[in-house]
């Protein structure tokens, strides 16, 4: 009996929830943990109220059917009868494909043995390698079924099973079997490569690996192999395609919490790729040593003409310390109070929150060396009218003075 499946997704673990609590929630809500329910019935439900009260002996004269004496009535309902020792079912084996097609996967298991009560159900839990999505699909007591939902050609999928009976209790999950769906279903090549083995990484220097790996078989022939970067979280690149067994990596800084695995998938002639090879971590590459800045050619000069309440005019005077001309110029800097730009001459100047930009005008737009440009500006400022202490000169810092 085929049983058709229904679906839903999860999301795997990510980083920043404490594993030990997200593992756990995970783990039980997958069914990965072995939970039983709580019995059912297995306290059994009070009886209408007794009439009669042990140790009192009936009044002097009473006839009987009265208080003391009378039995308590029939119940009108059957006690419920108490459940057995809450067992879930066992696992599920021999978990085979009877057949892999680019959008669907039929699987086939051996029924487990029941626990406390008959298996109901079961569970599908499966994923592509290498992503951080967990599907799912139920169904009812069957041990074949078709998965269609999320399944695509070219793709590694894991699938385990897990049994479940009516009260609930649940089986832990089967092992994993992994399947790789192939790019067509036509021919005139149906079948994936073998997965690459033993893959290693040597020959590591300061800046570069070699990672290398046995030859692959393919009922055709094989023509080359897929080689994969894996962040080991979420995200997984295809880096390169080579026709032999060995491919030279860079090695990259990396931060203490970051890892770099690499893995790798034979191709065919139609584009059928294999099960993936195991994984290999890469060392970090070296932190590159900071380049210093340049040394500064240019010098501002800020100078405050004049200031009054609420005003102020102030001349900016750039100079090229260099060896060659600037043709065209461009000064930013910051105020460090709450002026305000309301003109400006010989430049064009704009602002931004506290970043000023001044640019040049058509008759001071190149500096020769050792030369030097003045603009002007005017404003206002009602909290603070400090100078200015820091310049840039078309991007690039400028001497103070």
């Known amino acids: 009996m085929v049983g058709v499946p229904s679906s839903s997704v999860l999301r795997r673990l990510r980083p920043g929830v404490p594993a030990l609590v997200v593992l756990s929630v995970a783990l039980l809500g997958a069914g990965l943990i072995a939970v039983p329910a709580a019995d059912a019935g297995t306290a059994t439900p009070a009886g209408p109220a007794a009439l009669a009260y042990p140790g009192v002996a009936p009044a002097p004269g009473s006839s009987p059917g009265t208080a003391g004496t009378e039995p308590p009535p029939t119940p009108t309902t059957t ?7 809450p067992f879930p079912p066992s696992v599920p084996t021999n978990v085979t494909a009877t057949q892999v097609r680019t959008g669907a996967v039929t699987l086939t298991w051996t029924a487990p ?226 002026q305000q730009v309301t003109s400006a001459w010989n430049g064009t100047v704009s602002q931004s929150g506290t970043t000023v930009t001044a640019r040049n005008v058509d008759w001071n737009r190149v500096l020769g060396a050792d030369g030097s440009a003045t603009f002007g500006i005017q404003g206002r400022w009602s909290a603070s009218n400090a100078s200015p202490t820091s310049f840039m000169l078309n991007g690039a810092a400028c001497a103070v003075g």
């Open 79 to 85: 006690p419920s009868t108490p459940g057995t020792s």
């Open 113 to 338: 043995t029941p626990g406390c009560c008959p298996v109901a159900g079961y569970d599908i839990m499966y994923y592509q390698e290498f992503s951080d999505v967990i599907f799912s699909a139920s169904v009812g007591p069957v041990t074949t079924t078709t998965i269609t939902n999320y399944v695509t050609a070219g793709q590694q999928y894991t699938f385990r099973v897990s049994a479940r009976d009516g009260l609930g209790h649940r089986s832990h999950y089967s092992n994993p079997l992994t399947v790789v769906t192939p790019v067509t279903d036509t021919g005139p090549d149906t079948i994936p490569p073998v997965a690459p083995q033993n893959l290693t990484i040597g020959d590591v220097t300061d800046s570069t690996a070699v990672l290398s790996w046995s030859p692959s078989t393919d009922n055709v022939g094989v023509v080359g192999y897929d080689v994969y970067r894996f962040d080991g979280w979420y995200t997984s690149r295809l880096v390169a395609t080579v026709p032999a067994t060995t491919y030279t990596v860079p090695l990259v800084p990396l931060p203490p919490t970051q890892r770099l695995l690499y893995y790798v998938r034979a191709r065919d002639a139609v584009g059928n790729v294999s099960i993936a090879s195991n994984t290999v971590t890469a060392p970090a590459g070296p932190t590159p040593t900071p380049t210093p800045p340049p040394p500064a050619t240019c010098r501002v000069t800020y100078q405050l003409q004049s200031e009054w309440p609420g005003g102020f005019v102030a001349a900016v005077t750039v100079r090229n310390t260099g060896t060659t001309p600037v043709d065209g110029w461009t000064v930013s800097f910051s105020f460090p109070g709450d």
